[in-house]
């Protein structure tokens, strides 16, 4: 599978930046302010999707809930679902950063991966694997006969051998329990969690996972979960918290970002900058998705227009010097 890179990036909630990480101020170019105010309208003030836009996103629940990621691969592979490629060298390079940073711990900072699904982000962090890898391994012939007992312990033996050297520990959120569950057995994930805190509260387990948690990262799961997720996990951090997120232009991220902003984080986006994540399934949900961007007051031509929905890297950080 061939896998297209496109590129795009602003910022939202305080004094406006762009460029991130280091990006400039409000006030010291001309074009700033406007590309600020640009992605404020584009935030919104829904959250979860866009009011008024009928048909919306297709499902596919369904492959959340098998034993093993091939039925996962197999459904997602026509469609060219790309963003965990397109997140890989940007989650590398802030858990770095963030791992560089003396909190006053005696551990590095786990990384909590939501809506984690069979630990994919976790893979393309910690191991030396790409997503076009990962594609060919688990739609192979030769793994579609393997029992998932078989295909689980040679992944345990795949990702071990590739496992890097400056690898973090990543704890896994996902209400899919199975797909968490092989992330776990398989060495993806240090710890899983099955908590939905779209419902209730952080468990006693989950809490004390929370005070180790120093970077949350996010790719796809923009459309499901809102700021009450984001609340949950913010209320039970210890270290100061840094989020990396990927979020579809369909969807307003302004409350969660306002959310972020009453826990101390600053967000930073370039609205630039675009990451393709996947090809529509049909022509309904692209006209979903065209006319979704433009109530949010985005531009889906050359983009949506074209038959992908596109995602937003945000980056937030404590708003501190």
């Not at 460029?19 to 404020?40: F, K, M, N, S, V």
């Not at 594609?135 to 030769?142: F, G």
Request: charged share 25%.
């Amino acid at each position: 599978m061939q896998l297209a890179v496109q590129s795009d990036r602003v910022h939202l909630g305080a004094p406006c930046a762009a460029d991130i990480p280091g990006g400039r101020e409000a006030g010291h170019d001309g074009g700033t302010d406007a590309l600020c105010e640009e992605e404020y309208d584009m935030a919104g003030s829904g959250s979860g999707g866009v009011e008024g836009v009928t048909g919306g996103k297709s499902r596919f629940d369904d492959i959340y809930d098998r034993p093993d990621p091939r039925a996962y691969f197999r459904r997602l592979a026509p469609l060219e679902y790309e963003i965990p490629h397109h997140a890989q060298p940007v989650f590398r390079q802030v858990a770095t950063e963030r791992a560089a940073l003396d909190d006053g711990r005696p551990h590095s900072p786990a990384v909590l991966d939501v809506c984690c699904s069979y630990g994919i982000n976790a893979a393309l962090l910690n191991h030396d694997v790409t997503l076009a890898e990962m594609y060919e391994r688990y739609t192979s012939p030769a793994r579609q006969a393997m029992s998932t007992a078989e295909l689980a312990a040679r992944d345990k033996v795949f990702y071990a051998e590739r496992r890097r050297p400056d690898a973090v520990p990543v704890f896994g959120l996902d209400v899919a329990a199975p797909a968490v569950h092989y992330a776990l057995e398989v060495g993806l994930l240090d710890a899983a969690f099955t908590d939905d805190l779209e419902k209730g509260s952080p468990s006693p387990r989950l809490r004390r996972a929370l005070a180790e948690v120093g970077l949350i990262t996010l790719t796809g799961g923009g459309s499901y979960i809102t700021a009450r997720t984001f609340t949950a996990l913010l209320d039970g951090a210890r270290r100061p918290v840094w989020v990396s997120a990927f979020v579809l232009r369909t969807v307003s991220y302004h409350p969660i970002v306002r959310r972020l902003a009453a826990h101390g984080l600053r967000t930073t986006v370039d609205v630039s900058r675009s990451y393709p994540q996947r090809l529509f399934t049909d022509e309904r949900e692209r006209q979903y998705a065209i006319a979704a961007v433009r109530v949010l007051g985005g531009d889906p031509a050359g983009r949506e227009e074209n038959g992908h929905f596109h995602s937003l890297r945000y980056e937030s950080r404590p708003d501190t010097p």
